[in-house]
């Protein structure tokens, strides 16, 4: 089972609102490239069979862009993947997916920082956590029954 964690591309400066902020054309073209590498990693059969998305306008942008790289079978907006959002919570989620009988092995998670660093050390077997720049992703190897996973991949934008 893969597990991709992703966070959104580059975004405008502060707004007063800031789940109102839209990508700037660099994080558009970071979404993009970032779409073209998952789709080379994934294999162009294999599709991501569950997105979780976040509310934020920067999230959305930056998965309709991927979207025209990589096939999606089933997106749903999750509030649980904003930038406060709990790991624990978001864990226990992706754990029911992968159990539930629609049998998802691809599931994508579109989110923010600090959210994408934290979620990274709740699911990785080691507890790594990093950093991740705008439309950084990585790819986790996961075991359910260990309740975690390994590094596979990790992409930078360039």
């Known amino acids: ?16 609102l800031d789940k109102t902020r839209n990508l700037t054309n660099l994080g558009r073209k970071q979404a993009s490239q970032a779409g073209r590498w998952l789709n080379t990693c994934l294999g162009p059969e ?22 025209e790289m990589v096939a999606v079978t089933r997106k749903k907006v999750c509030e649980d993947v904003v930038p406060e959002g709990d790991p624990k919570i978001v864990h226990d989620l992706i754990k029911a997916l992968f159990n539930d009988k629609s049998k998802a092995s691809v599931v ?12 990274l050390e ?8 990093m950093l991740f720049g705008t439309s950084s992703m990585v790819v986790i190897n996961y075991d359910l029954v260990a309740g975690a996973g390994k590094i596979e991949s990790i992409y930078h934008p360039v």
């Open 46 to 67: 294999q599709p991501v069979d569950i997105a979780l998305v976040s509310s934020y306008i920067r999230a959305r942008q930056t998965f309709e862009q991927l979207c």
């Open 108 to 119: 994508l998670i579109v989110s923010h920082m600090p959210f994408v660093s934290y979620f």
């Open 122 to 129: 709740e699911v990785h077997v080691d507890k790594k956590s």
């Open 1 to 16: 089972m893969k597990l991709i964690i992703m966070r959104h591309g580059e975004a405008e400066r502060f707004q007063t």
